[in-house]
């Protein structure tokens, strides 16, 4: 069983920064793919960003890539994701998930364990 608690979501103007965390409890984070979500109002929950076990493997929505960066720090038990020149479309509640698998999923229903999500608000 793994917990995920996601922190760092706030309201912040067009143009700014935030870095999101996710600290997942268990031993065995580091077995764990790691990735990040997003879901706006009224629409489907999105894949964001992936990162394999160590770090080494990471892949981004197409949208995201050139702004957001995922990292991990397995020592910490956390995954985190940078989020540069946001924009008001980024508005969501942004959802950080474990995966039992293999490289860099990006489907949700690879995920098999997922926090309750911070909220991020770009005002313009």
């Known amino acids: 069983q793994v917990q995920l608690v996601e922190s760092g979501g706030g309201l912040v103007q067009a143009g700014g920064s935030l870095r999101l965390s996710c600290a997942a409890s268990?031993?065995?984070?580091?077995?764990?793919?790691m990735g990040w979500f997003r879901q706006a109002p009224g629409k489907e929950r999105v894949f964001v960003a992936a990162?394999?076990?160590?770090?080494?493997?990471?892949y981004y929505a197409d949208s995201m890539k050139d702004r957001f960066t995922i990292s991990r720090d397995n020592a910490k038990n956390t995954v985190y994701l940078q989020m540069n020149s946001l924009k008001p479309e980024d508005t969501a509640v942004y959802y950080c998930?474990?995966?039992?698998?293999?490289?860099?999923?990006?489907?949700?229903?690879?995920?098999?364990?997922w926090g309750q999500g911070t909220q991020v608000t770009v005002s313009s």
């Open positions: 998930a474990a995966a039992r698998r293999v490289g860099v999923p990006q489907e949700m229903m690879t995920y098999d364990y």
């Open positions: 268990g031993r065995t984070f580091s077995s764990y793919a």
């Open positions: 990162i394999n076990w160590s770090g080494g493997n990471i």
